[in-house]
């Protein structure tokens, strides 16, 4: 059963897991604990077993309706689990979601569970140094079976650069003045009204540019990054997600020789960093004669947070398997 | 959209929810506090999730953590409980943090603060355990097998303070990994009078005289979960009013009888009916009573599974408990069963012959297993050498 309970973001930690839970072929149950994400997701899903659940009561209908269950996958701490983890026959593991192995904040909560699925070892050393004493919890490395085709992509033919950034707009002439030389086509994935878009573009025809510059959707990112060359971001948008996708990472500092990543200060050996038009194109210069200086850097970094071997052999649903 | 349609389909109704009554009702805060300066130095809180049903659970604590002269204050979650809580205990510091957040707030002013105590599993205690950097106890609110008492959520708290080895055995009986859990016996503090007033023989107590206790549990949220004695009872008073065995009966239902079943509603008012005639002196009490005020004052019980039968075991006299015979009772198991220490029926008929047998014939031959009970259960000898205020006072 995939528990989920936080009104907010089931109906996106659902959606998150599901591709990989129907994939293993057991039958499974989603519970859920508010009717807004019941309705989306029975709406959208009307295939699957979804069941919601208000009370403590409730979902001990629904663990008695379930004879044969005995795994919990909980996509969230939230104070609501604890109307399930009071069933000491079942077996609770927390597996997360997308950005919980760097956003979460790891507290004795946690202990609760049985065992706790990290997408790699970063994830779990981060966890113990939050709480050192954790005695009976399993760890257990799955990968995450959503960076499975990122992983298995081809590393040749590609080119052009895709550009996520929020807001500061200079990032955009900086990276327009630095790219001259190099005339990458230039993607850009920023949700900016029209008017702020048209006028962009007017701006970068007058400047003669012979690059082609395109605007998208963030979510469209993935699509993207597969045939892109570099990634150019700031910090408002720079997560360890970013390193899945195998190519160099530029991050824009504002502020010369100050960067802050709080929840993963130590991918910042991993990164380009730049300040000015200058700086980003001495760096697009060394990559475009092949000198990747930071790519084992990067590789390994990824490794720690997502597990290459463990994703791509599909641990993730063998655990499942075990635990049936 | 929603308010006029309202207005079109019910112009009253419309006046009524939409222009009077807002005005009426007075938000709750969303933060309270009572008596608290951020420059005191608290150092131990008692948080509680519940609504104004949790006053109960801070009944049996607060007076202990005030008998251990410490820095304490209360926090509650919910805004009722925290005017309750001002009401009855003007003298300590009261805190009320609705959400995540404002429990935030007050930890950053909690800064010497060491321990932070449960009496009971609700979900947003977990607000309060994202805070690292301080020991989290769980103190529980009255010793009780039912399967609620030892479940794998209780491995977030660091330690948990137990009246005695029969709650660690119920834990190590569920089958589950609770290494990282400190169990540490406390005893029952709020049973200390109790006990010390159980040292004179239950039938030397109130000069010979027999005093007779009911206490019920209520009907359960499901059918297989009720273990309410209520439905059979009535025989049994009908008979007890008839043959005039005790000198007094005190019957204290359980706050939620009649939740589910609605009949069990017309009971308190069938029993005080039957002993308005006759020699008994019976009452009836109000459901939010202090059981351990008629514990004190009783030697002889009758109770249904529920927290109350290790209350009853504090004071030391026979104790008759109902087991259901066609319910399947979930309980988490211990060394000792409730056999082994009280008297168990499940008609009638069973406890009007153990009574006479044991009560009438004076063969209580449980009262041995009856004290073995007391320190396995209960933790006698740290419930009178009042390790629960040492424990406080070392941390």
New interface residues.
């Given amino acids: 059963m995939l528990h989920s309970a936080d009104p907010k973001l089931t109906v996106d930690h659902v959606t998150f897991w599901l591709e990989h839970l129907v994939d293993m072929g057991e039958p499974f149950s989603i519970l859920v604990r508010d009717m807004g994400s019941f309705k989306k997701l029975t709406s959208r899903f009307p295939r699957l077993q979804i069941c919601y659940a208000e009370a403590p009561v409730d979902v001990e209908s629904v663990v008695n309706a379930h004879e044969s269950l005995n795994v919990v996958l909980y996509t969230s701490n939230m104070p609501k689990n604890i109307h399930l983890l009071r069933f000491n026959h079942l077996r609770h593991i927390f597996i997360g979601t997308k950005n919980s192995d760097w956003l979460s904040s790891f507290n004795k909560s946690y202990r609760a569970y049985d065992e706790f699925w990290a997408g790699g070892e970063f994830v779990i050393d981060r966890f113990k140094e939050a709480i050192p004493h954790t005695a009976h919890l399993k760890f257990h490395i799955v990968g995450k079976p959503q960076l499975q085709e990122i992983f298995k992509k081809e590393q040749n033919s590609r080119k052009g650069l895709v550009l996520l950034f929020d807001s500061d707009e200079s990032i955009l002439y900086k990276v327009y003045g630095a790219n001259r030389f190099f005339s990458e086509d230039i993607h850009i994935l920023n949700k900016i009204n029209k008017s702020t878009e048209n006028k962009l573009k007017d701006i970068l025809k007058v400047q003669s540019s012979r690059n082609n510059i395109s605007f998208y959707e963030k979510n469209m990112i993935e699509g993207l990054v597969k045939t892109a060359s570099y990634l150019i971001t700031d910090i408002k948008n720079l997560t360890p997600y970013l390193l899945a996708y195998g190519i160099p990472i530029l991050l824009y500092q504002p502020e010369k020789h100050k960067i802050d990543l709080p929840h993963y200060p130590e991918i910042e050996s991993s990164l380009y960093l730049w300040h000015d038009a200058e700086e980003l194109e001495a760096v697009l210069g060394k990559l475009a004669e092949g000198d990747d200086e930071l790519k084992m850097i990067r590789e390994e970094m990824a490794d720690r947070f997502f597990n290459f071997k463990f994703t791509l052999n599909n641990e993730f649903a063998k655990r499942i398997l075990i635990n049936r | 959209m929603k308010k006029l349609r309202l207005l079109v389909t019910d112009p009253k109704l419309f006046i009524k929810k939409v222009l009077i009554k807002p005005h009426l009702i007075k938000p709750n805060p969303i933060k309270a506090h009572y008596q608290f300066n951020p420059f005191e130095r608290y150092t131990h809180m008692i948080h509680t999730g519940e609504n104004v049903t949790g006053l109960s659970h801070l009944d049996l604590w607060i007076p202990q953590f005030l008998l251990a002269d410490i820095d304490m204050i209360v926090m509650t979650r919910n805004h009722e409980l925290f005017e309750a809580v001002k009401a009855k205990y003007p003298q300590i510091s009261i805190l009320y943090a609705k959400g995540a957040g404002e429990v935030r707030y007050y930890m950053e002013r909690l800064i010497e603060l060491k321990a932070c105590f449960y009496p009971s ?7 309060l ?4 950097q301080i020991q ?1 106890i769980f103190i529980g609110h009255g010793d009780s097998d039912k ?2 008492s ?4 209780f ?4 330690e948990n303070w137990v009246a005695g080895e029969a709650h660690i055995d119920r834990f190590r009986n ?8 400190k169990q540490v016996k406390v005893g029952r503090p709020s049973l200390e009078d109790t006990l010390k007033h159980s040292e004179t023989p239950w039938i030397e107590r109130f000069e010979g005289e027999l005093r007779l206790l009911y206490l019920s549990t209520w009907e359960g ?2 059918k297989e979960q009720n273990y309410t004695s209520a439905y059979m009872m009535r025989d049994f008073f009908e008979e007890m009013h008839e043959k005039n065995i005790f000198d007094r009966i005190d019957v204290k239902l359980h706050p939620w009888i009649g939740r589910r079943d609605e009949s069990l509603l017309l009971f308190p008012k069938w029993l005080t009916e039957l002993f308005q005639s006759g020699d008994t002196q019976a009452t009836v009490h109000d459901k939010g009573i202090p059981v351990e005020t008629l514990i004190k004052g009783s030697n002889v019980f009758i109770c249904d599974i529920s927290a109350v039968i290790s209350e009853s075991l504090a004071a030391d006299g026979p104790i008759f408990v109902y087991i259901p015979k066609d319910t399947k009772i979930r309980l988490t198991q211990s060394k000792m069963m409730y056999g082994d220490y009280a008297y168990t029926f499940s008609t009638t008929d069973e406890l009007v012959e153990k009574i006479e047998e044991v009560i009438l014939k004076h063969n209580d031959y449980l009262a041995d297993k009856r004290k073995e009970a007391m320190e396995y259960i209960l933790g006698r000898d740290e419930t009178l050498q009042e390790e629960f205020i040492k424990k406080l006072k070392e941390l």
């Fill in positions: 599993n609700t979900g947003n205690n977990l607000h355990l994202m805070q690292n989290h399967t609620a030892a479940h794998k959520y491995r977030v708290y660091d569920e089958g589950f990994d609770f290494s990282g859990l949220f499901f």
